[in-house]
């Protein structure tokens, strides 16, 4: 019976393969989507040329680590027919392999309305970014500046993962 059921075994392999592969490449789209194709670099220089079109000020920057993927750890072998534990979630779900993240932290200053108008064509760059801890402070005064502070971050390809064949 082993030898009658080698053929529809071998053709559920070659399915899970074929399946297999489609999965990757269906993830190589995915990490093109959130990474882009332009360098990382160039999104302070995007935000720069923002900047300047709204008429709103960078008063602050600071850069913060780059951030690589690391794979998760091996998961430990079940004891005595025990359950294996459950992976963890990945930190940052956007984080893969071939894949980095650099965040900065900015504090700019304008009208309400050129800010606002500025993060509507920031979300519109060919790179994923992503904003968070916004914070806006304006001291209630007619034509008082805004003070808008946020956390950017870019995904891009790490350098490894560009000088690949």
Do not use: C, W
């Not at 999965?23 to 190589?28: M, T, Y």
């Not at 995915?30 to 008063?59: K, P």
């Not at 309400?112 to 402070?137: A, C, G, I, K």
């Not at 209630?140 to 808008?148: R, S, V």
Request: aromatic share 2%; no cysteine.
């Amino acid at each position: 019976t082993k030898r009658e059921d080698l053929p529809l075994i071998v053709q559920q392999l070659n399915q899970q393969q074929s399946e297999l592969r489609l999965a990757d490449q269906f993830q190589e789209k995915l990490v093109d989507l959130v990474a882009g194709t332009g360098q990382l670099r160039t999104v302070l220089a995007a935000m720069n040329s923002l900047t300047e079109r709204h008429n709103v000020q960078i008063t602050a920057l600071e850069l913060k680590p780059l951030v690589v993927y690391v794979p998760p750890p091996p998961s430990a072998d079940p004891a005595n027919g025990e359950d294996p534990p459950p992976v963890p979630p990945p930190s940052d779900p956007l984080l893969r392999p071939g894949l980095e993240k650099r965040s900065a932290m900015l504090s700019i200053e304008g009208s309400f309305p050129d800010l606002l108008l500025m993060l509507r064509e920031l979300e519109q760059l060919q790179v994923v970014v992503m904003t968070d801890d916004l914070s806006l402070l304006n001291n209630g005064t007619a034509g008082a500046p805004t003070q808008l502070s946020l956390s950017l971050s870019a995904y891009g390809r790490s350098e490894a993962a560009m000088q690949k064949p």
